[in-house]
């Protein structure tokens, strides 16, 4: 045979492989003709094949027919063996195309069969369509997708991983799908060198969900080289979550000491000035709280489109109907008890019954929902610590009515003869300065401050009858412990009694903790009897 022949013989058979082959490539790459393997009674090996196959071929589309798969909404026609998303309807099934979603007309259900689905299945479908969006073009969905593929942890993956680390972009998207990998590789068979550098990147994201993934990896493994690299891993993870449970321990106790600081604002300015036991100062911000209440039960049936601002709303009004019941209270009965503490306090007391039994007569016994505006829901995370919206906004708000607290005090006539008035009240009052009057306003402007903390705590609490008092007793240890009469004392006050309680309780429990933050503001007052801010004056030191 001649070079010329063997040359055209090799040409037609290369011709002859590429015109027979290609139509297999095309096809398997196909995959409208791919989701139609799941037609006919095939074994559960033979779907997860053609899932993976799906899988392969990284067309986005097949997310929708991978869904119903696993919702158990693909069927097959037994005419034909053609494979359709179905929906009920009535006797029959409308059909809908599984790759475009687009009508494919109706049949009767007994000429339908579903493909038949189990656990695995379901696990199979849920890392294919990990596998997929991690070419999406929304990164939010690469990132759901990472973290999808993270905690299945299967091997399978780490090819299609690696394909897609080496096309992103995003910073953030790269870290979590390197994560991915290294739970992958933990779980793979792959060499002890490439498993003890998964562990460092376990590590570095520092999760408890990596402490586990490390843990049951140091404990299966045999390599001893692995197991070293797992367990520094895993020492290295504890010290980073101990860190954050002590941030979030320190985070939910200024969150509980601006709770007490709203409660307590009002009560430092009554006590200090006019040094009246207010025990019924628990309900000026229960009476705040059943404000917050009325004002959104009025907006959803009147104005729904205004329940966003109905707190903003009730903050005004919270002040005005507080302020003046504590105006009455301070005209009608405690005005004639002063320099009699003994017996302001049982007044005051009975006052508070009074309401208390007042709320349950009109709104009833039972605890009313007061509801949180979009922009007081939900959570976001800091490193491994959660910080919800509401309690943020309450700090925030605590620390706003403190600074405008501060400004009145120091801004306004009516702070300069308060404090005239707390410092020597004889000498004011020879200065032409009305105490009857500063008194009235005083007691009324902390009656109002406890009205708006109670819209504040009707985000965080029950809203009850009762609400008043879980607050009062630590109110008057804020107030004793911060210094009587003493704004920045309050501040420091809540926020030290907050934090202690919190670090307390783990140990402690609830109720033993508070029991030990009361013994030691008792021996604390032992060595300081007006409190770490003292008030001065001619009329304190009297």
Known sequence: MTPSIRWLLAALTFLFSAISVAPVHAQESDPAATIQKFGGKQSYDETEAVISELAATGDARVARALRALREGDLY???????????ERNGDNYDLLDPLTGEPAGSEPRGDMSKVRVKNSIRNAVTTALGSLTLRAENPAQRMRAAETLFSEADPEMIEPLDAAIEAESNADVLIRMQEARAAAVLASDRPAPEKAEAAQVLANRGDRESLTMLNRFANSTEDQAARTAAIA???????NIAFWNQAQNIWYGLSLGSVLLLAAIGLAITFGV?????????????LGAYTTFVVQEFIRTSAPGLFEWSLLIALPLAFLVSGTVGLVMERGLIRFLYGRPLETLLATFGVSLILQQAVRTIFGPSNREVGNPDWMSGAFDIGLMSVTWNRLWIIIFALAVFAALLIVLNKTPLGLQMRAVTQNRSMASAMGIRTPWVDAMTFALGSGIAGIAGVALSQVDNVSPNLGQGYIID????????????????LVGAMSLGILNKFLEPYAGAVLGKIVVLVLIILFIQKRPRGLFAQKGRFVDA
């Open 233 to 239: 891993a895993i020492a290295a993870i504890e010290n």
């Open 76 to 86: 097959w026609r037994e005419s034909d063996e053609a494979v359709f998303i179905a």
């Open 475 to 490: 109110s008057f240890m804020v107030v004793v412990f911060g210094g009587v009469g003493n704004l920045w004392g309050t």
């Open 274 to 286: 006019m040094g009246v036991i207010n025990m019924a100062h628990g309900e000026m911000v229960m």
